[in-house]
């Protein structure tokens, strides 16, 4: 079973920059579908980015396109998110999530993840 660790969240002022790190056990990263995704209170879990390894295709949120990157590190087995210019709309708990699974999927839809990492805070003040 694939178990995430998510690291590298923080408070940053607007404009800055964090990278969010979420290391894989228990399966390759590479051979996944994978997906960032962000929870602010009170509100839903929402979409950040997604890939498709295989593809490789990126999908981005359109509010964070241009802005935030989604990589892998394979000899690491780390998926990473950059997130350049951050703005305060942006403050969430953020997710990473694996798609085991094969077959057809919805990539921005959260029920479409089966492994899931606790969360790590990303506040954005103005």
């Known amino acids: 079973q694939v178990q995430l660790v998510e690291s590298g969240g923080g408070s940053v002022q607007a404009g800055g920059s964090l990278r969010l790190s979420c290391a894989a056990s228990?399966?390759?990263?590479?051979?996944?579908?994978v997906g960032w995704f962000r929870q602010a209170p009170g509100k839903e879990r929402e979409f950040v980015a997604a890939t498709n390894w295989i593809s490789p295709k990126i999908w981005y949120r359109e509010s964070v396109k241009g802005r935030f990157t989604s990589s892998i590190d394979n000899p690491k087995n780390t998926l990473y998110l950059q997130m350049n210019s951050l703005k305060p709309e942006d403050t969430a708990v953020y997710f990473c999530?694996?798609?085991?699974?094969?077959?057809?999927?919805?990539?921005?839809?959260?029920?479409?993840?089966?492994?899931w990492g606790q969360g790590t805070q990303v506040t954005v003040s103005s």
């Open positions: 228990g399966g390759l990263l590479r051979q996944y579908k």
């Open positions: 999530a694996v798609r085991t699974k094969s077959g057809g999927y919805t990539p921005t839809s959260p029920s479409e993840y089966d492994a």
